[in-house]
């Protein structure tokens, strides 16, 4: 993921001869040790439209197209991610990884802001 940034990047500047970044925050990543720290990034990951703005209920997060909740839910079997490690820490209930999502929104948000 940095390569492509960095690539799309270096091509804009020289397109339009600049320097500098152009995307807001760089890419990171952190290795996932625990169960705990998993279920978290899970979580941030899919708070982030309501966390950020983009959808204005918590509620629409279940519908945003550019969000593999779905998977989690079990309404699109179409996307190919492994999502069991996350939904066996919630005893593999759906319901119950939803409602750990709709608790701990509110409080991505307001890290966020």
């Known amino acids: 993921m940095a390569n492509i940034l960095n690539s799309i990047t ?4 020289i397109l339009i001869k600049r320097r500098g970044p152009i995307f807001i925050t760089q890419f990171k990543s952190k290795k996932i040790y625990t169960e705990e720290q998993l279920v978290y990034v899970s979580r941030y990951i899919h708070t982030n439209p309501y966390a950020g703005s ?4 918590i509620e629409d997060i279940f519908n945003y197209n550019y969000s593999s909740i779905k998977a989690y839910m ?3 079997e179409n996307i190919k991610i492994n999502t069991e490690s996350v939904l066996e820490y919630f005893g593999g209930d759906k319901k119950k990884y939803r409602e750990f999502i ?3 929104a509110d409080e991505q948000k307001e890290t966020e802001y």
Do not use: A, S, T
């Open 54 to 57: 983009i959808v204005e209920r």
């Open 10 to 13: 270096r091509y804009y500047n």
């Open 102 to 104: 709709i608790k701990n």
């Open 74 to 76: 079990r309404e699109d």
